[in-house]
């Protein structure tokens, strides 16, 4: 073949497969632009992608209409981040010869790497009628429609790729993965299975079967499953690749190191597909001109949908900032789904932005443009991740907030929200954030404000029943936990435990686990979630919530709190596995946390044994809901915003990137004190905390004690003229420093 088509093949291979490479437009080249052509293509194999490029450029001024010449200038484009140019000269390379399927499937190639799934489909779909029986170009499409959330089309693509070649492991695995996306569970686990015949220890086909298998609460190969990953999470990241997406690592009883190195791979992925920005300045360097705001924007992948936990739990959260010292922002990644909750955000920030659609670099252009100080992630690593626009970098500081239980594992996410119980001290290392420490629960209970109370019938329980309940996910469950409930039912004959159907096999396999224990299934009450506007009272049946080590209750602790029905739970080191201490403490029940699985089991059984005393306590509950900070989301966002606000001010004392956590104190107390952090201090190293305000500083320097700080918490614009005296008289011995 022509020289060319040694690029064009090296194309073909890494993204359509061994296809034609030509379809016409080739011009007759002299003997010595043949040889200038062999000479571009060593170049490029080296690497050497410039001098490449200015070989390939030299031969389009003799040779301006031929197919491999520009499509080899397009490549070296491509590789050179010159992403626009690429486009460009591909584009040209199908004018020259429009039945390309290289070329083709190279800018749809090019389109998905930045983001724009509509025109990559459209790309793919070109080279498809030009090479209808070529299993990768349905495989390429199908992972652009995945891409894109059109996981139904994408399944179709990927089922035809494997048709069209049997062995295509790759593609029989994307197909279990849109079946996960379609809820398709045993679809799902049937192809995944199929493409561990072909590759039985590949961790990526694993992971999403053990992913799988955990929705349906088969357990048959735990452990087994287990101790592979674990193998493979080193293999896997010392050769630079994640192990799985990050959320999925909580359920892998991964320690929280291991999830932090899972983050650290899954996050230089993201960075290696906008590298090509890599030159992206940020907005919002200075507060608006004329203005003290600091703008803050909430960036959502999932659009602000009423299908979100994160969108309904915080719904009027937007509305309650400072308007006197704070804008706010909302960018929303998918159209309107016409909810309530939709609008009720939208009318609470001052500007609602409407980016889906956008690919990551013109979104995060809008966000820079909007001049952002502090840009929140309200989704990151979950379903409609868009994390691409938070590593771009389009605002000085950038915070992970509610939607993400753990560290993104990313230099390009500053700050964690976090609280007391759920990140203590000790746990610092676990994440590469530096963490904005609320007072309270990080996790917004936004229940006052969208509390709705009717009517409902029976559930199927009696007048002497006993009624303990996991409203968690399945895959949650895990076999010790669920083992510890089967003791405690054998225990209290008039104990039932209530479920939830996520999955009709996953409810099915835990009654047979259940008889397997010497435990009726007829015992565990399984019903469908229950209606939004009947939910808090159906729940409110409840006695006791049982709570899941592995993976806690979060959102669903919240509502069940708000229900009045008690909460035991056990934490664990991982900020999945805290959560719902947070919650319970900030509920006033710190007595409902135990420390190991056999405490769990004697706390439930004394609670149950006790039903006046557990009365007693669900009623101080009920009663008390409304003085709780739990759920006083105006106090939450008030912390929130101090907490912005000193990490803005750190941004402009050290600049983007400083590794300083930053604790908010409590307010509601007397003397502001606040939280173990402060009295856990001691065992933090020196240059990790510091917590400053303007009005610390003046202050510091009024006491005339020339004493360097290093090391100060402090709450933010709060009258503390006091407490702050005293906490600097404690603190003199701490060697501390201020800019």
Known sequence: GRWGLAIALALALQILGKIPGGGGGAEALSDKLMKEGQKGVQFFDQGRFHEALSVFKGMEREAPSDYEVLLNIALCMENLQDLVGASKYYRKSIAVSPNSAVAWGALGALHSRKGDGEEAVKAYSKAIAIEPLNAELFYNRGNAEQARSGHAAAAKDFKKAANLRPDYYQAWNNLGSAYMSMAENKKAIDALRKTLTFIPTHPIPLTNLVVMENRQCDWSRRSKHIALLKKALYQETSEGRALVTPFHSFEFDLTPHECKINA??????????????????????????????????????????????????????????????????????????????????????????????????????????????????????????QTEIMAIGPAPVQVSFHGFPGTMGADFIHYLVADPRTTPPEHSEFYTESLIIVPHTYLTNDHRQSRREVFFAEFGFGEEDLVLCSFNQLYKIEPGVFEVWMRLLKALPHAKLWILRFTDDGAKKLGKYAEKHGVSKDRIVVHDQFPAEREFLIKGLADLFLDTPLFNAHTTGGDVLWSGVPILTLPGEGFAQRVASGLVVSAGMGHMVARNLDDYYEMALSLAQHPKMLKAIATRLREGRDRLPLFDTRLLTSDLDRGLHMSWEVQEVYGTGSKYHLVVSDTRKQGGRTTQWRASLEGIPSDQVIVLTRHAVRLIERLGRGVEVRRVVLPHLVDVVGPLVALLKERLSVELHLP
Request: glycine share 12%; hydrophobic share 30%.
């Open 264 to 385: 650290l791979a899954w996050s230089q992925r993201v960075d290696e597909r906008v590298k090509h920005l890599a030159g992206f300045e940020p907005g919002g360097q200075a507060l608006s001109k004329g203005s003290t705001r600091l703008r803050v924007g909430y960036l959502s992948g999932s659009g602000f949908h009423n299908s979100t936990t994160t969108a309904r739990s915080m719904r009027s959260q937007y509305s309650m900032h400072n308007r006197m010292t704070t804008e706010v922002y909302c960018y929303a990644g998918q159209p309107d789904d016409g909810s309530e909750v939709r609008e009720v955000i939208r009318r609470g920030c001052d500007r609602f932005v409407e980016v889906g659609g956008l690919n990551y670099e013109e979104v995060a252009q809008k966000i820079r443009g909007d001049g952002i100080n502090v840009l929140i992630d309200l989704t990151g690593y979950t379903m409609n991740m």
